[in-house]
Nanobody, 120 residues
Framework: QVQLVESGGGLVQAGGSLRLSCAASGSIFSIISMGWYRQAPGKQRELVAV???????NYADSVKDRFTISRDNAKNTMYLQMNNLKPEDTAVYLCTAYIRTYAGTYRDYWGKGTLVTVSS
């Protein structure tokens, strides 16, 4: 089994910063790509950023130049540094990873999410 666990969410004032983490554990042979999504109340889930293994990062236009995605392959951990936060960034942030397991299967896994609240 594979688990993804997010951490680092919380309440912050507009203009502030937070750093989210996503730790993957379990029967992981390799992590092909990782990403962050977010879902605000009453809205659809949207892509925030992705980081393929050895590839170029990609960001939603709304977070470019404010958020930075990174990963530590040795720790199977991904990060999202969020700067200059705005009230519209308020959402549950979810971690996802496309993983090859030791059993030879390939599939997407999701964490349960961490809440980020930005006050004005």
């Amino acid at each position: 089994q594979v688990q993804l666990v997010e951490s680092g969410g919380g309440l912050v004032q507009a203009g502030g910063s937070l750093r989210l983490s996503c730790a993957a554990s379990g029967s992981i042979f390799s992590i092909i790509s990782m990403g962050w999504y977010r879902q605000a109340p009453g809205k659809q889930r949207e892509l925030v950023a992705v980081i393929p293994s050895g590839g170029r990062t990609n960001y939603a236009d709304s977070v470019k130049d404010r958020f930075t995605i990174s990963r530590d392959n040795a720790k199977n951990t991904m990060y999202l540094q969020m700067n200059n936060l705005k009230p519209e960034d308020t959402a549950v942030y979810l971690c996802t990873a496309y993983i090859r397991t030791y059993a030879g299967t390939y599939r997407d896994y999701w964490g349960k999410g961490t809440l980020v609240t930005v006050s004005s």
